[in-house]
């Protein structure tokens, strides 16, 4: 089983690494589009903590011995650049919703890797991965908190909100205990 939780952490890391790629270029072509004022500064915060996600995701995959997967280097650049580039088109609505859906799946993918992480027995990486989840949660709340009130979500409708943000690590530390009085009683407590 360790084997198996270290081959899926380093594919979720390999798949987290290419995907901070991408943000980092969609969110500087994002904050680019839109003036001046909180929401732009607000955006390059975000593009900063994704370029910052990719140096820690890095450097896990390099202790694990694992490497970015070339193709999805590729694939992501280009992905990152198109939506830098869409965002000086496709108005204010389209980047702030997509950036948000795209957020709350963030959140479990490197909750999936703490998990993958722990099973695997790289307990010291689960800290820094449970702390990117809360800020890629806090990403998704503000650009949650931007669209909706929108008049356009009558036609897409939000995407399900994640659970509170201290839930993370809740969640986390009560894993594998669920079906257990007691881990039903701390997450209940």
Known sequence: ?????????VRQ???AYSGELAAGYAYRGHWKSIREGPDRTRIQQIEAEEWHHRELVGGMLRALGGKPSPIREVIFWCIGRFIAAFCHVGGWFAPMYGAGRLERGNI???EEAAAFASEC???EMVDCILTMAEVEWEHEFFFRSKV???WMLRIFKVWPAPPPKETIRKAFNHRGTENTEEGRMKAEG
Do not use: C, T, W
């Open 108 to 110: 479990v993918e490197y």
């Open 13 to 15: 890391l390999q798949g």
């Open 1 to 9: 089983m360790p084997i198996d939780a270290r081959a899926k952490l």
């Open 121 to 123: 027995g790289h307990d």
């Open 148 to 150: 909706l009130d929108h």
